[in-house]
């Protein structure tokens, strides 16, 4: 049966990668346009087209404007599981919503776009002949067009099953496209200042929208590194900040992280980052900070604080120690020897992200950060949690066979009081998260195991 045509709908042509990220940022960037996510289906699965009821072009512009899960946006004329339904659809949207974009005095194209088949142009050009019925009067124009229509055709996910007949059919206006060049533009690649954790550019801009950042934000990145997340932000219109304990990474020194470079260049720091995109502006500045001992007076000063934490894969997970702190086993040093830097756990460094995030956030403000986990414990329950913090989103990237990372989400929906009254009730919730706090050794011991299972297959 075709959809009614009674709301604004319009139809998403999704890209397929990142898939459990694609469902949260459409959602918080309609929460940032003011819009509200409804739709007619619960979830979307692994499908490219989604139908959404939006309440204006404006809005659904707006949402392009951001969106690097989203390939194109359409404003939904006609649907069908075949091409009766199609047709039969079509004929009942109001001809009143047509007539703007069909007048004599306009010009037109329409474009086939299919989704796991390929046609011939012989079968585009009778698909588009068969939409004579519509009331077109104005002159095809190939090159510039006024107005562009494509008729999208599902044949489903199973490239080993392509069917004869398309799953559905949808015809609809063009409104705009959604910012997938950032990818490339902004790729690591083309990057002067990387290291061995630089985010991919597109999960920096997911990050950035799912943390609902918008111009004149202050963003903030307690684990800056090299700064990829703050250039996401940044490019979005919000002013920047970040702090590291690495003193190197920073200010720029030391070696370099490129093959075939061995120290890093004069232009090879946060800064100039910023400045290759025409970013600077936005730079407020990176200090060298221990994130386990936040230097901050009490307020709120974040829109966002957008992060990914070292979990000791690449990055060593480490805090700033005191003499009292030292373990039994370095107290044989020398007295002239100070350790610089314990361990710090993983569910020690989650604990006081959220903390700090409760503390220092706007109400509304989101926190964004990655949790490693190792997939064979993991369950929901052990998402870290804060009472003055609610879980948005929780969508997860496979690192291996048996670890993984979970991108989560949350919105500050209360004020802090104190740090204090939290810590017993923090601390109990983060129990079971601690058996991640090995995450290193779970997840190199798979790449043991395997190397052993290929050494056993090729003596065999």
């Given at each position: 049966?075709?959809l009614?045509c009674?709301?604004?709908?319009?139809?998403?042509?999704?890209?397929?990668?990142?898939?459990?990220?694609?469902?949260?940022?459409?959602k918080?960037?309609?929460?940032?346009f003011?819009?509200q996510?409804?739709?007619?289906?619960?979830?979307?699965?692994?499908?490219?087209?989604?139908?959404?009821n939006?309440?204006?072009e404006?809005?659904?512009?707006n949402?392009?404007?951001?969106?690097?899960?989203a390939?194109?946006?359409?404003e939904?004329?006609?649907?069908?599981?075949?091409p009766?339904?199609?047709?039969?659809?079509?004929?009942?949207?109001?001809?009143?919503?047509?007539?703007?974009?069909?007048?004599s005095?306009?010009?037109?194209?329409?474009?086939?776009?299919?989704f796991?088949?390929?046609?011939?142009q012989?079968e585009?050009?009778?698909?588009i002949?068969?939409?004579?019925?519509?009331?077109?009067?104005g002159?095809?124009n190939?090159?510039?067009?006024?107005?562009?229509?494509?008729?999208?055709?599902d044949?489903?996910?199973d490239p080993?099953?392509?069917?004869?007949n398309?799953?559905?059919?949808?015809?609809?206006?063009?409104?705009?496209?959604?910012q997938?060049?950032?990818i490339e533009?902004?790729?690591?690649?083309?990057?002067?200042?990387i290291g061995?954790?630089?985010?991919d550019?597109?999960?920096?801009?997911?990050?950035?929208?799912?943390?609902?950042?918008?111009a004149?934000?202050i963003?903030?990145d307690?684990?800056?590194?090299?700064?990829?997340?703050?250039?996401?932000?940044a490019h979005?219109?919000?002013?920047?900040y970040?702090?590291?304990?690495?003193?190197?990474?920073v200010?720029g020194?030391?070696?370099?992280?490129?093959?075939?470079?061995?120290?890093r260049?004069?232009?090879e720091?946060i800064r100039a980052?910023?400045r290759?995109?025409g970013?600077?502006?936005?730079?407020?500045?990176?200090?060298?900070?221990?994130?386990?001992?936040?230097?901050?007076?009490?307020g709120?000063?974040?829109d966002?604080?957008?992060?990914?934490?070292?979990?000791?894969?690449?990055?060593?997970t480490r805090?700033?120690?005191?003499?009292k702190?030292?373990?039994?086993?370095?107290?044989?040093c020398?007295e002239?020897?100070?350790?610089?830097?314990?361990s710090?756990?993983?569910s020690?460094?989650?604990?006081?992200?959220?903390?700090?995030?409760?503390?220092?956030?706007?109400?509304g403000?989101?926190?964004?950060?990655?949790?490693?986990?190792?997939?064979?414990?993991?369950t929901?329950e052990?998402?870290?949690?804060?009472p003055?913090?609610?879980?948005?989103?929780?969508?997860?990237?496979?690192?291996?066979?048996?670890t993984?990372?979970?991108?989560?989400?949350m919105?500050?929906?209360?004020k802090?009081?104190?740090?204090?009254?939290?810590?017993?009730?923090?601390?109990?919730h983060?129990?079971p998260y601690?058996g991640?706090n090995s995450?290193?050794?779970?997840y190199?011991?798979g790449?043991?195991?395997?190397?052993?299972?290929?050494?056993?297959s090729?003596q065999?």
């Amino acid at each position: 049966m075709a959809l009614s045509c009674t709301l604004n709908r319009y139809l998403l042509l999704m890209a397929q990668e990142h898939l459990e990220f694609r469902l949260p940022e459409i959602k918080s960037l309609l929460s940032l346009f003011g819009g509200q996510f409804t739709s007619g289906q619960e979830t979307y699965g692994k499908s490219p087209f989604w139908i959404l009821n939006i309440p204006s072009e404006e809005i659904a512009r707006n949402l392009m404007k951001r969106t690097v899960c989203a390939k194109s946006i359409f404003e939904l004329w006609g649907h069908g599981k075949s091409p009766e339904e199609l047709y039969s659809s079509l004929k009942n949207y109001p001809v009143e919503k047509m007539v703007p974009f069909l007048h004599s005095d306009s010009t037109y194209k329409i474009k086939i776009h299919t989704f796991n088949k390929t046609l011939t142009q012989e079968e585009k050009v009778k698909r588009i002949d068969a939409l004579e019925f519509l009331p077109f009067e104005g002159k095809v124009n190939l090159k510039k067009p006024q107005h562009i229509f494509s008729i999208l055709e599902d044949y489903g996910l199973d490239p080993n099953r392509i069917p004869e007949n398309p799953h559905n059919i949808y015809f609809g206006r063009w409104i705009a496209d959604g910012q997938r060049e950032l990818i490339e533009s902004y790729s690591v690649k083309k990057r002067l200042f990387i290291g061995n954790t630089s985010m991919d550019a597109g999960l920096s801009f997911i990050m950035a929208n799912h943390g609902k950042v918008k111009a004149n934000d202050i963003v903030f990145d307690p684990f800056v590194g090299t700064g990829g997340l703050l250039i996401a932000s940044a490019h979005f219109g919000a002013y920047v900040y970040g702090t590291d304990i690495d003193y190197n990474t920073v200010h720029g020194l030391g070696k370099a992280s490129r093959k075939n470079q061995k120290w890093r260049g004069p232009d090879e720091n946060i800064r100039a980052n910023l400045r290759q995109y025409g970013l600077e502006k936005y730079y407020l500045d990176v200090l060298v900070s221990d994130a386990s001992k936040p230097s901050w007076r009490k307020g709120t000063y974040f829109d966002a604080i957008i992060t990914d934490p070292p979990y000791g894969i690449r990055e060593s997970t480490r805090r700033t120690g005191s003499q009292k702190e030292i373990s039994k086993g370095i107290e044989k040093c020398p007295e002239s020897h100070v350790p610089v830097s314990l361990s710090y756990h993983l569910s020690d460094m989650y604990f006081d992200l959220l903390n700090f995030a409760a503390e220092t956030l706007v109400l509304g403000g989101r926190l964004v950060y990655w949790l490693p986990v190792y997939t064979p414990e993991y369950t929901e329950e052990m998402v870290p949690w804060h009472p003055c913090l609610e879980l948005i989103s929780n969508c997860e990237q496979k690192l291996s066979s048996h670890t993984s990372r979970r991108l989560i989400t949350m919105e500050k929906v209360k004020k802090f009081e104190n740090r204090d009254q939290y810590s017993h009730l923090l601390s109990d919730h983060f129990l079971p998260y601690q058996g991640h706090n090995s995450f290193r050794e779970k997840y190199f011991s798979g790449v043991t195991k395997r190397i052993a299972k290929e050494e056993k297959s090729s003596q065999e």
